[in-house]
């Protein structure tokens, strides 16, 4: 029989965007723990030396990340499937491991302990089950995947898992115990598969309203892809005039969307594109350079829905259903 493929989750939060998937790497971090290969290899001695570096911490804390960091040495082997969550582009990179434990002394990184890896698959998060989210959503930096790991496996194969958002109560309470990850997911979902890409452009001047501009939906037609209007003043004289882009995708945005958009902007107005995904580096680059040019990815624009759901017409509060606690409403 087959021995079964071990399957590895890792959270590396503390890494620079797509530094990890550019650099074909995996991190983890405890810099002042020096180069943990030195230690004796079993987890006594492990937990010795992270309470020793770290005598602050809380007891229940050291056996915990102690053995995050021994099993990224000691028990995690080339040729193991690894699955990192990057919260920033929304994306489940998936990948093998292909090298040893490294210590990567350069100063000022704070990820210094690495393992070289080959990306396989990069898939959108709204491609898996709630449920597989959750399980690598977990608190701990490295972790062993085993409820969900054919799920995981099977995406790697390039089979897609269906993940419409439901309106049955199952679904729904289980929805309302992921933690905030989760409910960030399913607004996601929501505006990505509850409405028409018009729909989503109403949603974007809806929510602009809520913010105290005066908002309407207009058809883009040879003028940059702008689909809405916001202004202060309620007859649209009255500088800034806003030209607004909407994007109802998951993916990346590019340079080249973003200086569509731009493109349309005359002197004096302001350009916001709105996307449910996430935005490329030189995306972002080119933000930078351009005062009157402000980009709003999927991430953002569920804090702007938090900060102004109370504002939010019945037929939005229906749409994307919270509770006051911004957690999904049953």
């Not at 990340?65 to 994306?91: C, D, T």
């Not at 100063?107 to 393992?115: I, S």
Request: glycine letters at 8%; hydrophobic letters at 35%.
């Amino acid at each position: 029989m087959a021995q079964e493929q071990v399957v590895w989750g890792i959270h590396m939060t503390g890494v620079r965007d797509d530094a990890p998937i550019i650099g074909n790497y995996i991190a983890i971090g405890w810099r002042e723990l020096g180069d943990p290969s030195r230690i004796a290899p079993n987890r006594s001695a492990f937990k010795a030396a992270y309470a020793t570096t770290y005598p602050s911490s809380k007891p229940g804390t050291i056996p915990v990340s102690a053995g995050s960091i021994f099993r990224f040495i000691h028990e995690m082997n080339v040729g193991e499937i690894v699955v990192y969550p990057s919260r920033h582009n929304r994306m489940i990179n998936i990948g093998r491991v292909t090298g040893e434990h490294e210590y990567v002394q350069s100063p000022g990184e704070e990820y210094p302990n690495r393992r070289s890896v080959e990306w396989l698959r990069h898939v959108s998060r709204e491609q898996f089950p709630q449920s597989a989210l959750y399980e690598i959503g977990s608190a701990i930096t490295l972790f062993s995947v085993t409820t969900h790991a054919d799920i995981f496996l099977a995406a790697l194969a390039g089979d897609v898992v269906s993940n419409a958002v439901g309106g049955d109560d199952d679904t729904a309470a289980a929805i309302a115990e992921q933690l905030e990850e989760s409910t960030e997911d399913f607004i996601i979902k929501r505006l990505k598969e509850a409405q028409s890409s018009y729909e989503f452009e109403q949603f974007v001047a809806h929510l602009l309203q809520c913010m105290g501009y005066h908002a309407r939906v207009t058809k883009a037609s040879g003028d940059g892809g702008v689909e809405v209007i916001a202004h202060r003043d309620e007859l649209g004289f009255e500088p800034p005039i806003i030209k607004v882009q909407c994007k109802q995708t998951l993916g990346n945005s590019g340079r080249p969307d973003v200086q569509k958009l731009f493109g349309a902007i005359e002197q004096g107005e302001m350009g916001l594109f709105v996307t449910l995904g996430s935005f490329s580096p030189d995306a972002r680059v080119y933000e930078q350079a351009k005062s009157n040019l402000r980009l709003i990815d999927g991430r953002t624009l569920v804090e702007l829905i938090y900060t102004h759901y109370e504002q939010f017409s019945p037929r939005y509060q229906s749409l994307v259903p919270l509770k006051r606690t911004y957690t999904v409403g049953v």
